[in-house]
């Protein structure tokens, strides 16, 4: 009896936190804790334009039965400007976001509990000084911790590296990168198969400059994968250039990943070598500059922006031997964040990459309903951040809630 | 055809982590002074010179709790595989729900669970003496719509110094790792 009791338990367990590929959120660190019903709030981080008002953290109301549905609700102030806010992550718990100042190594650490539609700024952590490294970007969830990845070393050139903290903002440590792999920009982890693995676009000599004074040569050419629990690089594997977003495969213990690289308009998987250790493989030409990667809950598809191109496109990948085009769409002009929702029904869509490198004037944040037969936009989703009485913001990465 | 894979691996040694390990100093184990499963008053600073594996349930769970008490006392079975002595590791259980959770109940969770008591403590005392060590530790415990209590999934690997050295959630919680974990901890001076 008690053994079957303790058996039944341990199976309920299972069937809640195991894996349901039809809901579930992609594209956050497998160690948060998952949304269990439709989104009702979107989070979207956004840098002010005008050189007057502060940048901010933008909520819209996404629940469909509210009557302030497709607006933005509220704006919470983060007290200063030219942070060129960027990408972002939950804690673990899900009770707080990590936004990253791109340009000023400034985490906003922000209280999305205890109000969800009215977020509160708890702490802002100059991760910047604390790690020796700057240009904090992705934001990735660790059992109590947040693991940042840093475009840059400390005065904006290479090493660039990655740095640990706990969910307070205390520094905990740096991972320092292989002297012939400077470049970082993406992080995403497989616990069960206790790897990690990192890209690399450019350091901060490039993306602090217009676009047209790039360097394309100064930019990362390998993904690294690392035993995640001893925090080593155990294989370096070359690319094309500037390896950017980074996604493993969802289902649980599967051996692949993908990868967009946004110098090279390409897609690419890699995938367990049968020799050991782990190969790529080009799965196709991507439009212009594909610079944002998302999944379908189910793992069939990805979603990657084509910022250059303009467009949003869906990609089968459930055969790597024949990933294909199956649909896109264009949501306006220059594309660049998207958030899928956990039905997998719903793709997000904002369009700033940079300030140095947007060329558009109309900022936006736009939705796609996606159904059988692919993506469609919908036209009656559009909230305008070009005329708010804020002063023009332009929109970057998203979370829901 | 998969003709692109091209591997290099690299032939220069990996970055250490840290000076000395590869489980980083994440910060100071909060101490506390809880009542176990037994009414014996275990005081966590007390407790130093054993490396601590502390976990945070509760006995009406149907979430993650189970799960991460099974964890357990499979990492107590891999501990004596290896020989391990039960003196030099202790395995700790705060409750979530001290308002329910009391001596008695956790002796019964512990039976249902075959927990091996010779080394693990399942920590209970009234709401006002373990709210804050639950706060203390990061955690916290709010009533979900379900009825459940809705709670982080955390357990924290405590050095012999007192240190909190790793935290692993339940998809992170494998028994050989963990215990991988506490014989580095072991090989280090006290």
């Known amino acids: ?401 | 055809m998969w003709n692109l894979g091209l591997i290099l691996l690299l032939g220069a040694a990996p970055v250490e982590a840290g000076p000395t390990s590869y489980l980083a100093v994440i910060r100071n184990a909060p101490d506390f002074s809880l009542t176990n499963q037994s009414g014996t008053r275990v005081r966590l600073r007390d407790l130093r010179g054993q490396v601590l594996l502390v976990s945070f349930i509760f006995t009406t769970c149907n979430g993650s709790c189970p799960a991460t008490t099974h964890r357990m006392c499979q990492v107590q079975e891999e501990l004596k595989k290896r020989s391990i002595p039960a003196g030099q590791v202790r395995l700790l259980s705060i409750t979530l729900d001290p308002a329910r959770d009391t001596a008695e109940v956790l002796r019964s969770y512990a039976q249902l669970y075959d927990c091996d008591l010779n080394g693990w403590d399942l920590l209970c005392g009234p709401p006002p003496e373990v709210g804050p060590v639950i706060a203390s530790w990061g955690m916290w415990a709010r009533p979900a719509a379900n009825g459940q209590l809705d709670h982080p999934s955390r357990v924290f690997l405590v050095d012999r110094k007192g240190q909190i050295r790793e935290i692993y959630n339940l998809s992170f919680l494998k028994p050989p790792w963990v215990v991988d974990d506490i014989a580095a901890l072991q090989r280090e001076t006290p």
């Open chain 1, 1 to 401: 009896m008690r053994h079957w009791l303790r058996s039944l338990n341990i199976a309920m367990a299972a069937t809640i936190v195991g894996w349901s590929p039809a809901c579930a959120e992609t594209c956050i660190s497998p160690f948060i804790k998952r949304l269990d019903r439709p989104e009702k709030i979107l989070y979207v981080s956004c840098s002010a334009i005008d050189g007057r008002h502060n940048d901010f953290v933008g909520v819209v109301d996404v629940d469909i039965n509210s009557a302030n549905y497709g607006k933005l609700i509220y704006q919470l102030d983060l007290g200063c400007r030219g942070n060129e806010m960027h990408h972002w992550g939950f804690t673990d718990d899900r009770t707080k976001i990590w936004a990253c100042g791109l340009f000023s190594d400034k985490v906003f650490i922000i209280d999305v509990a205890s109000s969800p539609g009215r977020p509160k700024l708890e702490k802002v952590v100059n991760v910047g000084q604390l790690s020796g490294l700057s240009g904090p970007h992705t934001a990735y969830a660790l059992p109590g911790r947040m693991l940042l990845t840093f475009l840059s070393g400390k005065n904006g050139g290479l090493p660039a590296g990655l740095a640990e903290f706990t969910n307070e903002g205390d520094f905990v440590r740096r991972l320092d990168l292989p002297g012939d792999a400077p470049y970082m920009h993406d992080v995403t982890i497989k616990p069960e198969l206790n790897l990690m693995v990192t890209s690399g676009f450019t350091p901060a000599t490039n993306y602090k400059v217009p676009l047209a004074q790039w360097n394309l040569n100064d930019a990362g050419k390998s993904l690294l994968i690392w035993d995640f629990k001893n925090r080593k690089v155990l294989q370096q594997i070359p690319l094309a250039g500037a390896p950017f977003e980074v996604r493993w495969s969802l289902k649980p213990g599967a051996r692949r990943g993908y990868v967009i690289c946004i110098f090279d308009d390409s897609l690419w998987a890699w995938y367990a070598s049968p020799g050991g250790g782990y190969q790529v493989k080009k799965l196709g030409r991507t439009g212009k500059m594909p610079s944002d990667l998302k999944q379908s809950p189910d793992d069939r598809f990805l979603y990657m922006t084509c910022n250059g191109s303009h467009e949003i496109q869906q990609w089968d990948v459930s055969d790597l031997d024949n990933a294909r085009l199956t649909s896109s769409v264009v949501p306006g002009a220059h594309p660049h964040m998207i958030h899928i929702s956990m039905d997998g029904k719903r793709l997000y869509a904002t369009n700033s990459l940079l300030s140095t490198v947007d060329p558009s004037s109309q900022y936006w944040i736009r939705l796609a309903r996606i159904g059988p037969d692919g993506m469609k936009m919908d036209p009656f989703f559009n909230v305008d951040l070009s005329q708010l009485p804020t002063g023009p913001a332009r929109p970057h990465d998203m979370l829901v809630n």
